[in-house]
């Protein structure tokens, strides 16, 4: 039995996904931008999904900017935020435990003479409000701090952080990298006063290649990718029809039963933890108040995380050693570093990640798994 527990890197498509895709490929595949009936037709489909993105984020249409990814919306927020405000201030503030989708653009500012502020985090990964506080400015154009963090699922104070930009830095933008939380823990922009919030299609059985970035009303920034002046000018390029209404459809499925999708995950995951409680020296990293039910990080001494994952791979259980977007590029975890690890963990951490379709099943599948691979490769382990 194939057990796939690697969902943060990516979902399995969803077949109602797949389906509509596929008719519009071989049916509505014309230009947004052409002038003719098969244009309109394909035009018809990003209407609508703006307008069902629109409902589930409780925004209106035209905030909505379909891009290529996660990775791209994040790029636009930061860099789009600095080419428009630059002439304001020059200072941004960030986390220590961005994704590089973030951290990257951030250093990238940092190069060009942009000042870049990183919130420290405790134990659990989780930001101090008061040292955000101490960090805002006048010049300040932009605080951008993840929802989830992919690597141990700690969920971070967004409503918290909405509610101090708001009062104490009200002209600064507050981005949110919900690449991790879209889909599963529901988040409403206006509500937090959130100005920009990223999310991606294949973390919740969409596609991949296509992403999303709210943009409230309010808040303007400047376009990275320029041509036809497609989207209103703000991302140019052909629109990717089948993506985007793929990514809509798989959306409106998980947000259809959010609430009880995470109730039922949360239950798993608790089970899940107490089955292998009694591997000695296995602990959870992140928060057991704050966090996604969706993300497991586990540390198990004595076992280099590379070697388990291919030991549990042989058996059909596939989870990650680490965050997917570098796994190919080794480099000690900035996530694990900064909550402050034992440095062996920073070598032998796991990571086990949820959808809605993980069942109780493959969950005790992969419990069994742990309790006869771990001390097998403990008598290996060099002392």
């Not at 052909?238 to 609430?259: C, K, L, Q, R, W």
């Not at 089970?271 to 000695?280: A, E, G």
């Not at 419990?367 to 002392?383: I, M």
């Amino acid at each position: 039995m194939e057990i796939y527990l690697d969902n943060s890197a990516t979902t399995k498509l969803s077949p109602g996904a797949l389906e509509l895709m596929t008719k519009i490929f071989m049916e509505d595949y014309g230009n947004t931008s052409s002038m003719h009936s098969k244009g309109f037709d394909a035009e018809k489909h990003i209407r609508a999904a703006k307008e069902n993105f629109a409902k589930i984020l409780k925004c209106s249409a035209n905030e909505i900017l379909f891009t290529s990814g996660g990775t791209e919306s994040n790029n636009t927020a930061i860099i789009g935020t600095a080419l428009h405000y630059g002439s304001r201030g020059h200072h941004m503030v960030t986390t220590a435990i961005e994704h590089a989708a973030v951290s990257a653009p951030m250093k990238f500012l940092e190069s060009r003479g942009w000042e870049i502020d990183r919130l420290s985090v405790d134990s659990e990964g989780r930001i101090n409000l008061s040292e955000l506080e101490s960090l805002l400015r006048d010049d300040t154009v932009l605080v951008s701090v993840m929802h989830v963090n992919n690597e141990i699922g700690t969920v971070e104070p967004i409503e918290e952080i909405g509610a101090l930009i708001h009062e104490k830095c009200p002209n600064c933008l507050f981005h949110v990298d919900d690449i991790q939380g879209f889909g599963k823990i529901a988040l409403y922009p206006k509500k937090l006063h959130i100005d920009l919030l990223s999310a991606s299609s294949h973390k919740l059985h969409g596609p991949k290649g296509v992403g999303l970035l709210y943009i409230d009303e309010r808040a303007h920034i400047s376009p990275i990718i320029l041509g036809g002046g497609h989207q209103n000018g703000m991302r140019s390029g052909t629109e990717n029809v089948p993506g985007v209404a793929g990514f809509s459809f798989a959306a409106s499925e998980v947000y259809s039963n959010i609430d009880e999708n995470y109730k039922r995950i949360e239950a798993l995951r608790a089970d899940f933890i107490n089955k292998i409680s009694d591997i000695p020296d296995i602990s959870v990293n992140g928060s057991a108040e704050h966090h996604s039910p969706y993300i497991l990080s586990l540390t198990v001494k004595d076992v280099r995380a590379e070697v388990l994952l291919h030991a549990l791979e042989g058996r059909e259980i596939y989870v990650s050693a680490g965050s997917a977007c570098s796994s190919n590029h080794p480099s000690v975890s900035s996530t694990l570093k900064a909550v402050n690890v034992p440095k062996y963990a920073l070598d032998s951490t796991i990571r086990l990640s949820f959808s809605v379709s993980t069942t109780a099943e493959e969950l005790d599948a992969a419990a069994d798994a742990l309790h006869s691979v771990v001390p097998t490769l403990r008598k290996f382990t060099r002392k």
